[in-house]
């Protein structure tokens, strides 16, 4: 197995999936490890049922839940589901807001995507920066095809209102 | 305010995924409706906003941190065992002979036993002490101890197969 390959493949997807899923940064490079090393380790169940993209974001979303879990042991976290119903926690530190520029218009957009509940961003990001199905993304969340559409269009608009009440209106053109 | 239309149908018109005469039904309510005209409009632009963004750059020690420890954990996993692992499968191997060894000597013995003359003196007492009648209820009996052994004798293969097959599993892990 070339894993140099196998990081190298698929480090945008986890680093996307880890970015939906957790807001504190200081564990992101701590889980993007365990991500791949969790993937490593049940590389030879993977029967090859769905792509391994798939797969791996699937691990990556699981390794992100049981990362939360752990850290808030003392509170609820509650179950998968309930989990991808929540917004990243903790929130983003006020100057990290401020230092922002209004020209920056990625930077900005990413912000507000970053913003939304896991369950609309995570798959506003498969399908318009990872370019995946409506298949993979159902089967990565563990949700209903139509299911996946109807986040889909939620998370657009979600993510409209969050721009437009952050004065970012001139973002969309 | 409850919206006019289903979201996976919006999300198909969105998309172009809605063809024939739902997209014409769809569009017929467009024209008449102008908060889902505009609500459209305005994801429309959002969407192109979304597929517009880059995705992020991994930070490349992130990515070298990872390779490192795959490629040591997938060494470490490839490593013949040797020395107190390799002396402990051997003795498994002798412990599994031995028994098997001791398994077929002992149904052997009973073979012996009950075909060789000792028992075939002694089972008419046994008969008697057990209050079988005569000498062909005794016949019998002697007859079915027979019968048991002989199958007790044929599961010997099964037991050394399964012995072998668990030992050889072992020596793959």
């Not at chain 1, 993209?53 to 979303?61: G, L, P, R």
């Not at chain 2, 040797?82 to 149904?107: D, E």
């Not at chain 2, 062909?136 to 101890?145: E, L």
Request: positive net charge.
């Amino acid at each position: 197995m070339d894993t140099d390959r196998l990081v190298e493949d698929h480090k945008k997807l986890v680093y996307h999936v880890i970015h939906r899923t957790v807001r504190d940064r200081a564990a992101h490079e701590e889980i993007f490890q365990e991500v791949f090393l969790n993937v490593l380790e049940s590389l030879p169940r993977f029967e090859g049922r769905s792509k391994l993209s798939t797969w791996i974001a699937s691990i990556a979303v699981h390794t992100c839940y049981k990362f939360v879990q752990k850290a808030r042991e003392r509170e609820r976290v509650g179950s998968f589901a309930d989990w991808l119903e929540g917004r990243p926690e903790p929130g983003v530190p006020p100057d990290v807001q401020e230092s922002l520029e209004k020209g920056d218009i990625k930077r900005r957009l990413e912000w507000h995507l970053a913003k939304l509940p896991r369950k609309h961003a995570l798959p506003v990001t498969l399908f318009y920066l990872e370019g995946m199905s409506y298949r993979e993304i159902a089967e990565i969340l563990e949700i209903p095809l139509g299911t996946v559409k109807s986040r889909l269009f939620r998370g657009l608009k979600e993510l409209r209102k969050s721009i437009e009440g952050g004065g970012d209106g001139t973002l969309l053109g | 305010m409850e919206p006019c239309l289903d979201d996976v149908l919006r999300w198909d018109y969105l998309n172009g995924a809605l063809r024939g005469g739902d997209r014409a039904l769809f569009e017929e309510h467009l024209g008449a409706c102008p908060a889902c005209r505009r609500e459209i409009d305005e994801l429309r632009k959002t969407a192109a906003a979304v597929a517009g963004l880059t995705p992020s750059a991994v930070p490349a020690a992130w990515t070298a941190a990872a390779k490192d420890r795959l490629r040591a954990k997938a060494l470490a996993a490839a490593v013949v065992p040797s020395g107190p692992a390799l002396a402990r499968r051997r003795t498994n191997v002798f412990q599994y002979a031995a028994i098997a060894a001791g398994v077929t000597g002992g149904l052997a013995l009973l073979f012996g036993l009950v075909m060789g003359n000792p028992v075939r003196s002694w089972l008419p007492d046994l008969s008697a002490a057990l209050g079988i009648p005569g000498p062909s209820a005794a016949r019998t009996a002697r007859f079915v101890v027979w019968i048991l052994s002989l199958h007790a004798l044929l599961l010997v293969p099964s037991i050394i197969d399964n012995v072998y097959r668990l030992v050889t599993r072992g020596g793959r892990k």
